[in-house]
């Protein structure tokens, strides 16, 4: 029950919800192998997306559901390098000037990852399922939802929350199957990673009175007047304290 619940009100709440469903479907096939197991969680899965496809079919037939995502800008092989320093600090591209520091990270995470797994205890390498299936959560969604964006570009940082969930369960996983030597080591680059970004959005995002100066602009403004963003960020803002259909 806990498991038809927490997964009903995540499809209703957050689209890319259907991306970790769809995952725990190929996990459990490629595992259990239509097995009677398999049925038996297939069903268990099936249940809480049965009752979100009427949802879903009525997103999918409005007109505007394709073309709503005009601020996501088309991926490129840097989006593709940069995913892992991504998922573990929710670099967003705001910090235009910290477009190098996200690569290093990245690239160096994916270095830790590599080094961590060949450093595991022998006793987790085989007849561990855990590990494959917080991959796929963690890293596999992202990385096709990079391919979909080819395409449609749906890839946008703020949506991967879930997927942030899952690769940090994974880094996890993993921590727990190396020495303890190792162990500390990795936590304290990943704390020195952790803590050098937020610094970092500390310095740049400062908090401003967003409402005060839409109210400014509205004192001012004629009736038909539009109100033009600079930042793709600030575009439903501005359209709660300006108008809808105003900006």
């Known amino acids: 029950k806990l498991y038809f619940f927490a997964t009903l009100f995540g499809l209703y709440t957050h689209y890319f919800m259907l991306f970790v469903v769809l995952s725990q479907m190929l996990f459990n096939y490629l595992k ?51 995913l892992l320093g991504v998922l573990y600090t929710g670099y967003d591209g705001g910090i235009t000037s910290y477009s190098a520091g996200i690569t290093l990270i990245s690239l160096t995470i994916l270095l ?29 969604i992202p990385i096709f939802i990079i391919l979909v ?12 929350i879930f997927s942030t969930v899952g690769f940090l369960l994974f880094l996890v996983c993993i921590l727990e199957q190396v020495k303890r030597s190792v ?9 020195i990673i952790a803590l050098h970004y937020h610094k970092i959005q500390l310095q740049h ?8 100066v839409v109210r400014e602009v509205k004192i001012l403004a004629k009736k038909d007047d539009r109100l033009y963003v ?7 803002t501005a359209q709660y304290y300006f108008g809808e259909n105003k900006v």
């Open 149 to 160: 964006s080819i395409v449609k570009p749906i890839f946008f940082p703020r949506y991967f």
């Open 32 to 82: 259990n192998k239509m097995g009677k197991k398999y049925h038996m969680i297939k069903s268990i899965i099936l249940k809480p997306l049965f009752i979100f496809l009427p949802r879903f079919l009525f997103v999918l037939i409005q007109k505007k559901f394709f073309a709503t995502s005009f601020w996501i800008q088309k991926i490129n092989f840097k989006t593709a390098v940069d």
């Open 183 to 191: 162990r500390v080591l990795a936590l304290v680059l990943f704390f």
């Open 205 to 212: 995002y400062k908090k401003r009175d967003f409402q005060k």
């Open 230 to 236: 600079t930042n793709e960020l600030d575009y439903f």
């Open 112 to 140: 830790l990852i590599i080094y961590l797994l060949k450093m595991r205890n022998k006793k987790y390498v085989s007849d561990n399922y855990l590990l494959p299936f917080l991959s796929l959560w963690g890293i596999g």
